[in-house]
C-alpha cells in the first residue's frame, strides 16, 4: 500500500513539474526579491531549470520510497553551490519554496509525503562537506594517474595517451589502468568541478580523451577466447555519462564474452531489438544521477514484458546504486554491481543459477 502511494505521489510531482518550478521560483523571489535583481532574466530561467532538476530528482527518490536519493542530492548540490559562493541557505530556501508550491497544488496525501522527503533534504543542506581527494597513494599506478590527469588539465591528449601506452609496454595490466588510473581520475575530474576548480568544457575534454585514449587499447581488449557468452550494455534514455558503463564492458570483453556497447541515451525499442537480434544472455543498465532511475525501471518493465526476452538476466549500476543497496530490486533488475569485476562474478553467477535451475 505504501508503494502504491509513494508511486502515485512521484507520477503526480512528475505530471506537474514545470508547473510547480515555476511556482516554487515566483515565490522564492517574491519573498526575496533582491534575487531577481541579482539574476537577471536568463538567471531567473535558470533558476526554475534547477527547481526542475530538484523535483526530477525528488521525484524518483518517492518513486522508489528512497529518501537518500533526494538528501545525497541535495547535499552535493549544497556543497557544489557554496564553491560557488552561493551560501546553503539559498539552496534550503529554494526547497522552502517547492515544498509551499507542493502543498499548494499535489493532492493531501502526495503533498504529505512529498514535503517529509524535502524536510528531511533541508536538514542535510548544512551537513554537506566537499568530497575526498581521489588520487591519493604513493605506489606507481598512483603516481601514473595524477601525471595522467596533469596532462589532461593542460589540454595534451597526446602526452596523456603516451602515458598509457608507456605503461601497458612495460607491463601494467589494462585492467589496472582501467580500475587504477582511468576509474579515479574521472572521478577526481568530477570532484574538481563540483568544487569549482575547472570548467565544464575541461570535464567534457577529460571525459572525450579518456574515451580516445581507452579504444587505443581495444587491440589488446578484443583478443581474449571467447566463452560463447553475450552482454549488451546501455545506458537509459537520458542519460550521458558512459565511461562507467564502458568499463564493464570492456572488462566483459576482456573476460571473454560478445560484447554490444550501445553508449548513452539508448531509444528502448532500439535496446530490445538489439538483445533479440543477439540473443544477449545479461543486460547491463547504468544511471548515473538519480533523476534517471525512473527511466531504468521503465526499461526493465519492457524487457521482463518482451517474451522474445524473458532469458535476460539484468544488472544494474551507478552511482545511486551505490547509495541505496536495495534499489537494484525497486526497479526489477537480478542484481547490482559496484565495479566491473563484481559485475562480472555476479553475471556468471546468474548465469549459472539459471543452468542449474
Known amino acids: 500500500m505504501t508503494q502504491g502511494r509513494d508511486e502515485g505521489a512521484s507520477l503526480a510531482i512528475e505530471n506537474r513539474r514545470p508547473a510547480l518550478a515555476l ?3 515566483q515565490d522564492h523571489f517574491s519573498k526575496h526579491p533582491e534575487l531577481r535583481q541579482r539574476y537577471g532574466e536568463r538567471g531567473t530561467a535558470k533558476c526554475v531549470q534547477d527547481a526542475e532538476f530538484h523535483l526530477a530528482y525528488l521525484a524518483q527518490a518517492i518513486g522508489t520510497s528512497t529518501p537518500a536519493l533526494f538528501s545525497n542530492y541535495v547535499e552535493w548540490a549544497a556543497s557544489m553551490l557554496s564553491a560557488r559562493n552561493i551560501p546553503p541557505r539559498d539552496l534550503a530556501d529554494s526547497l522552502a519554496a ?3 508550491a507542493i502543498i499548494g497544488q499535489l493532492p493531501a496525501e502526495s503533498g504529505q509525503i512529498a514535503v517529509e522527503y524535502i524536510d528531511f533534504a533541508i536538514s542535510r543542506t548544512h551537513e554537506s562537506e566537499p568530497p575526498p581527494v581521489f588520487l591519493g597513494g604513493q605506489d606507481a599506478l598512483a603516481q601514473l594517474a595524477r601525471e595522467y590527469l596533469n596532462c589532461l588539465l593542460r589540454g595534451n591528449r597526446r602526452d596523456a595517451g603516451a602515458l598509457i601506452s608507456a605503461a601497458v609496454s612495460n607491463g601494467t595490466r589494462v585492467a589496472d589502468i582501467y580500475l587504477r588510473v582511468f576509474q579515479p581520475v574521472m572521478h577526481e575530474v568530477g570532484r574538481l568541478w563540483q568544487a569549482n576548480e575547472i570548467s565544464v568544457a575541461q570535464e567534457h575534454y577529460c ?4 574515451q580516445l585514449v581507452m579504444s587505443q587499447l581495444y587491440e589488446l581488449i578484443f583478443n581474449a577466447e571467447r566463452r560463447g557468452k553475450t552482454l549488451v550494455a546501455a545506458c537509459t534514455s537520458g542519460d550521458l555519462h558512459e565511461i562507467g558503463l564502458r568499463t564493464v564492458a570492456d572488462f566483459f570483453e576482456m573476460a571473454g564474452w560478445d560484447t ?4 548513452a541515451n539508448v531509444p ?7 538483445l533479440i537480434e543477439r540473443r544477449a544472455d545479461v543486460l547491463a ?3 548515473t544521477i538519480a533523476a534517471h532511475i525512473g527511466k531504468v525501471r521503465e526499461t526493465i518493465r519492457s524487457v521482463r514484458s518482451s517474451p522474445e526476452c524473458q532469458g535476460v538476466r539484468i544488472l544494474t549500476g551507478g552511482y545511486p546504486f551505490n547509495i541505496s543497496d536495495d534499489l537494484w530490486r525497486k526497479v526489477g533488475a537480478d542484481g547490482c554491481a559496484r565495479d566491473a569485476l563484481a559485475a562480472i562474478s555476479l553475471a556468471e553467477d546468474l548465469l549459472k543459477d539459471d543452468t542449474n535451475g
Open 23 to 25: 511556482a516554487a521560483v
Open 98 to 100: 517547492i515544498r509551499a
Open 207 to 210: 571525459s572525450a580523451a579518456t
Open 260 to 263: 554490444h556497447y550501445l553508449g
Open 268 to 274: 528502448i525499442p532500439d535496446l530490445l531489438r538489439l
Open 285 to 287: 543498465l547504468s544511471a
